[in-house]
């Protein structure tokens, strides 16, 4: 058996923050620290937070007044805002800088009086916080074909931004639908999809053709691991979204097969460790990391607890 564990992987520098947000803000000020919706897609950290006194709600009417509440990487709209405001909650907001971005695109273009179109999946935290910050304005599509549809009163002004986890070959389909349709459409100075999701894709893309089998250790909530798998088949490959080493189907397994291992943006080295010692365990493997970027950076802790 031989395993290719392809870097990068694993936690992106906006989960990371996230996570140490909610541990920094339990050390400061004790449990319970509220946190609304999970931190992040992966219930793995969401358990372990819990352990540790974190309380995650979906609901403001779960909090207590006065509580400490932290807003997740995927950001919210300004409603939730002003409800934490009414509440005197103490908010943490540990939105990621990248999600962050895209809130401002939307709020910019729409106080220019763009019609704003938003790639990405309806439903989503992410999307979600982002159209509270300009829901007159923004029309959500998903795919090519969703750009026929759409109703604009103003041609001449429409914009385009995009969740941050989106798989990018998908995207660039959509945008240049819109761009066919829209010749004069605006969109970002810089692409909306994050770093961290974009080296994960361009590291499937480079090493699954060497593969028999991929595995993309994510929760299936997670939107850019589960990109990582349809990547994956997308290129001929058997691929699957595994949570942790217990998914793992022995059959999916033959000898002398070719396995890659990546992990979403999510998830800790930990469990990807436990996919490896799994192999492990049902027989002699080789193992090889295969790096073809390196990510260093670092986020800073929100300001209310940095």
């Not at 870097?7 to 000020?29: H, M, N, Q, T, W």
Request: aromatic share 6%.
């Amino acid at each position: 058996m031989r395993l290719i564990i392809a870097k990068p992987r694993g936690f992106c520098a906006g989960v990371d923050r996230a996570i140490r947000s909610v541990e920094r803000a339990l050390e400061r000020y004790g449990a319970p620290v509220y946190v609304l919706n999970n931190i992040v897609h992966n219930a793995h950290v969401v358990d372990e937070l819990r352990k540790k006194g974190a309380v995650f709600v979906r609901s403001f009417d779960d909090v207590p007044e006065g509580s400490h509440l932290l807003f997740s990487a995927h950001g919210v709209g300004p409603d939730r805002w002003a409800h934490a405001n009414r509440l005197q909650l103490r908010v943490i907001d540990a939105t990621c800088p990248l999600v962050e971005k895209v809130h401002n695109e939307a709020r910019r273009f729409a106080e220019k009086g763009f019609t704003v179109i938003m790639i990405g999946e309806p439903g989503h935290d992410e999307t979600v916080g982002t159209v509270g910050w300009a829901p007159d304005n923004i029309r959500i599509i998903q795919k090519p074909e969703d750009v026929a549809l759409l109703q604009i009163d103003n041609p001449e002004k429409v914009a385009y931004i995009t969740q941050t986890t989106l798989s990018v070959t998908d995207c660039q389909a959509v945008i240049e639908a819109l761009r066919a349709r829209f010749p004069e459409i605006q969109g970002p100075p810089r692409a909306d999809i994050c770093y961290a999701t974009s080296n994960r894709q361009a590291a499937v893309v480079q090493l699954a053709p060497e593969a028999d089998l991929v595995l993309v250790v994510g929760d299936p909530e997670s939107a850019n691991s589960t990109r990582l798998r349809d990547i994956a088949r997308a290129l001929g490959k058997e691929a699957h979204l595994i949570p942790d080493a217990a998914a793992i189907r022995p059959e999916w397994v033959a000898t002398g097969n070719t396995v890659l291992i990546t992990s979403g943006a999510s998830v800790p080295e930990r469990l990807v460790e436990d996919v490896v010692a799994w192999f492990q365990q049902h027989g002699p493997c080789e193992v090889e990391e295969r790096a073809l970027t390196q990510e260093d950076l670092e986020f800073r802790l929100p300001k209310e607890i940095a």
